[in-house]
């Protein structure tokens, strides 16, 4: 029973990401270099959030249980805080890549572009959080004990699995749109983004109740995706175009005024 938790629960929270890297990364090295580049910049949002956190419970009342909660709350500010700086640390990193394959390529056009690179380290942002938010509990999953035998929720890793794979996707989402709001200098774009990050984070806090928090971080995710999809040039024409699958004629003319006919001997 463990084991088809574990399983069922790590395809819930990763399935969605996994086919992701499978059919749109895994095949262009330049995506899979961008991918793991943004893991190591979240992981260094994340070191920097864990010694803030770290020092400001040792340095305060370790009795008080208000306090500790608050400074929980502040942690998980913080950290979305630094996620998010991160991730623009990210963007002109990217921003001047870009700009050096351009310029050392054949066509003056770069082999990548930002939107896919926005893509690739959102999705890279959102794998490696998924994991660190989920790994423990997938690991407890698998036993020994029952979730709920005590009066607990019995829903608890499936919940987080959800909640995971919304992560995922959300942080993919945010960083199709805050690429472009770099690059088009929208910073209501920017503070949107933010602020639904940390509507995001605060809503897990109404854990173990879990349709409090579930069901509007859901919400945001399906808000943010069609968000993110328009800004990515999406359109519904070509929601219709790709179920369809048709393919447009080639309304290209040839010319064939250059071509000579062989003489005859």
């Not at 262009?28 to 400001?56: D, M, N, Q, T, Y």
């Amino acid at each position: 029973m463990g084991a088809a938790v574990f399983f069922g629960c790590a395809g819930i929270a990763f399935g969605p990401a996994f086919a992701l890297v499978l059919f749109t990364v895994a095949a262009e090295p330049l995506r899979v270099i961008v991918l793991v580049a943004g893991a190591f910049f979240w992981l260094v949002s994340l070191l920097l959030a864990s010694l803030i956190w770290f020092v400001s419970v040792h340095l305060s009342d370790r009795e008080d249980a208000k306090l500790q909660y608050g400074l929980l709350i502040f942690g998980a500010a913080v950290s979305v805080l630094l996620q998010e700086a991160f991730r623009f640390a990210y963007f002109k990193l990217l921003k001047k890549a870009d700009e050096g394959l351009a310029m050392i390529s054949e066509d003056g056009r770069s082999p990548i572009s930002l939107r896919q690179m926005a893509y690739v380290s959102g999705l890279s942002f959102g794998i490696i959080s998924g994991v660190f938010s989920v790994i423990n509990i997938l690991a407890d999953s698998i036993g020994p004990g029952i979730v709920g035998i005590h009066g607990d929720s019995p829903y608890y890793f499936i919940t987080s699995a959800f909640l995971t794979m919304a992560l995922v996707l959300l942080h993919t989402f945010w960083g199709v749109i805050f690429f472009d709001a770099c690059e088009k200098r929208r910073y209501w774009c920017l503070g949107l983004v933010v602020a639904s990050h940390l509507l995001t984070s605060g809503l897990t806090f109404l854990n173990p109740r879990y349709e409090a928090s579930l069901v509007p971080i859901f919400i945001i995710t399906l808000c943010t995706g069609l968000w993110a999809f328009v800004t990515a040039g999406g359109s519904f024409h070509n929601i219709l175009k790709c179920l369809s699958c048709k393919q447009e004629d080639d309304s290209r003319v040839m010319m064939y005024s250059a071509l000579q006919v062989p003489f005859e001997d």
